[in-house]
């Protein structure tokens, strides 16, 4: 009798849904029994938070200090090219989920009413000296035992800036403790995505229990938007982009179909990474700019992410029924703006990213278990976009140098090859 196939994680995840609706439909009072062990999934995320920001932060700006200084003007160039791009990302997931808005219904568990006017209170009364003020941490060791976001991101900036200006063997001995760190944090991330079927089964009971099936129709509409937010973020962002950089739309449509295949079927970008980098030389650009720009943008440069959790964060304010004002949800804004750079290579980064986020603005986590829960849908569209606006970057960077050739002959990276210029193991196929 042949072995029955281990489900991948996300089909223990959908079963799970699947269970935990049901659950939640037949048994709402006993549903409401599970809450603990959706808490354990949530307060597991919640301790991962700041190491992990804190070594990738540190590694993406110190780790690439030396490679900014050789390259000079493309490396300026390249921030601020990714800096006004994702920022435009995030203002079209900031408009599409206040137009639609997806998580208005719902009713979490973890949230009462007194609980969201007293943080409206709080973020209203928030100035902007206040705010200054609160960014700057008295002790990172509070900040990081308070999951303050903003905190640990100025503390890892100013970190890596004075790493950065360290020469010889002390610079690479904390280089190296911190890739250690982060490499055991994303470790440790995978184990404890292991629990969450269980932590987000229990949630979606709870969460049905108390506020019906309707909440399954909160989500459907979730997913929508954000399909819908990439689709103008396509047309009124990268399009123009390429028009005025005279990118020949053709071929490149041409040279990214089989990367975005790869990202969209497996959601990961370093899967797709090597195919990307050579489908950028065949078009024209050059190896020396393709090694710089790809890397570079998975920690600066993730639109569709940046997007998604825009999209995400009030999505979870909306389901706890706390009203933000424009400003609150710009101030959110820039918090995602900051932490979102340099977790690329963290496996669920977005998942972090926006626990932190909402930790920081005192939002209820019990949304990420809801979102995660369909995720995975969500992650193939928003990788997909972080590949294609990577792609893009490096012929426009090109062409802002005068160095793009489409005609030009190009030298073919190899897997390995990418895989040195990364620093990273050779992604294996999914």
């Not at 223990?12 to 609706?21: E, F, K, N, P, Y």
């Not at 791009?85 to 568990?109: C, E, R, Y």
Request: glycine share 8%.
């Amino acid at each position: 009798m042949a072995r029955l196939k281990r489900p991948s994680l996300t089909q223990a995840i959908l079963l799970a849904m699947v269970v935990g609706t049901l659950v939640g439909w037949l048994f709402p009072d006993f549903s409401q029994n599970l809450k603990p062990l959706s808490t354990i999934f949530l307060r597991m995320i919640k301790s991962i938070i700041a190491p992990i920001i804190f070594a990738t932060l540190v590694i993406g700006i110190a780790g690439h200090g030396d490679d900014m200084k050789r390259v000079g003007r493309l490396a300026l160039k390249s921030i601020i090219y990714f800096e006004i791009v994702t920022t435009l990302a995030l203002f079209i997931g900031l408009a599409a989920v206040n137009i639609t808005k997806p998580g208005v219904g719902v009713v979490l568990a973890g949230a009462d009413a007194q609980q969201g006017q007293q943080l409206g209170e709080t973020a209203q009364s928030l100035t902007v000296g206040g705010f200054l003020e609160h960014v700057v941490p008295t002790s990172v060791i509070q900040a990081m035992a308070e999951n303050s976001v903003l905190q640990i991101v100025f503390w890892s900036i100013l970190f890596a800036v004075g790493l950065s200006q360290v020469r010889g063997e002390p610079k690479r001995m904390v280089l190296g403790v911190l890739e250690g760190l982060a490499e055991v944090m994303f470790k440790l991330t995978g184990l404890v995505m292991k629990y969450a079927p269980i932590g987000i089964g229990a949630a979606i009971a709870v969460t049905v229990g108390h506020s019906g099936l309707g909440v399954l129709v909160n989500l459907g509409k979730l997913i929508l938007t954000l399909y819908a937010a990439l689709v103008v973020f396509g047309l009124l962002v990268l399009l123009p982009v390429a028009l005025m950089a005279r990118v020949p739309l053709k071929k490149f449509a041409r040279a990214v179909k089989d990367p975005a295949l790869i990202a969209f079927s497996t959601t990961s970008s370093e899967a797709a990474l090597p195919r990307a980098m050579q489908a950028m030389e065949a078009l024209g650009v050059p190896r020396r700019i393709v090694a710089f720009v790809m890397p570079t943008g998975y920690s600066f440069n993730l639109d569709g992410t940046t997007l998604y959790l825009a999209l995400a964060s009030v999505f979870a304010a909306q389901a706890a029924g706390i009203h933000l004002t424009l400003g609150q949800q710009l101030t959110m804004m820039l918090t995602l703006m900051l932490t979102s750079k340099g977790v690329a290579a963290v496996p669920r980064a977005s998942l972090v990213i926006l626990s932190g986020t909402l930790a920081t603005f005192g939002l209820p986590l019990e949304a990420v278990a809801l979102i995660l829960g369909v995720d995975e849908l969500m992650d193939m569209a928003r990788t997909t976009v972080n590949l294609v606006g990577n792609c893009l970057a490096t012929v426009v960077m090109a062409r802002w140098e005068g160095e793009f050739d489409p005609d030009r002959p190009a030298e073919d990276v190899t897997p390995e090859e990418a895989a040195h210029i990364l620093g990273t193991p050779e992604p294996q196929p999914a």
